[in-house]
């Protein structure tokens, strides 16, 4: 787990592994100085909301996932984010909008056999909240070695549905 010193210094700099995520790092900054690093997350308005969120991002991240599989990255597009989503990729380069994250799936859709997102820590407050997440990939190039991605996800829950609203990520693991 991080050190109130490390999370001080990610905060201070706004670095994690060269890529600048200074939202992410001052959230898990915030998660780390707070002293619940073994805690479960529970959503502000109680458990039954936190457990219906999981199972709603759940259901997303499945969607995500058999799209990777099955080279579907307009249903990644169309159906994982809102229309006006943001996207942040490891290099730090912005995608804003449906479009521009449906060009960046299409670009990565050929490169992955699987990925597989792992939630670690979800909290939920009435129409928004957010998941930091594992992603195990499986590269197709067979060269390659499997990785990890490290993403926050941010959700909002429109017209009775949840979507990602906004996401970023950085090469790396959550200790669980």
Not at 44 to 65: C, M, P, V
Not at 114 to 128: A, I, L, P, Y
Request: hydrophobic residues 40%.
């Amino acid at each position: 787990m991080i050190s109130k010193d490390t999370a001080s210094e990610i905060t201070r700099r706004g670095f994690l592994n060269g890529t600048v995520i200074s939202a992410g790092g001052v959230l898990l900054a915030n998660r780390s100085l707070a002293g619940d690093q073994g805690a479960p997350r529970t959503g502000i308005d109680g458990s039954a909301s936190l457990q219906a969120f999981k199972s709603a991002i759940r259901a997303q991240y499945d969607l995500k996932e058999s799209a990777f599989r099955n080279r579907l990255p307009d249903t990644i597009a169309n159906d994982f984010y809102s229309e006006d989503a943001v996207g942040i990729d490891v290099s730090g380069n912005v995608y804003k909008g449906r479009e521009a994250l449906r060009a960046l799936a299409r670009a990565a859709a050929p490169t992955v056999t699987s990925v597989r997102f792992e939630s670690v820590w979800s909290h939920v407050d009435g129409k928004c909240g957010w998941d930091w997440v594992n992603c195990r990939v499986v590269p197709s190039d067979s060269g390659e070695m499997p990785y990890s991605l490290i993403f926050l996800f941010l959700w909002e829950k429109r017209h009775q549905k949840w979507w990602c609203v906004g996401d970023i990520f950085v090469k790396g693991s959550i200790a669980q």
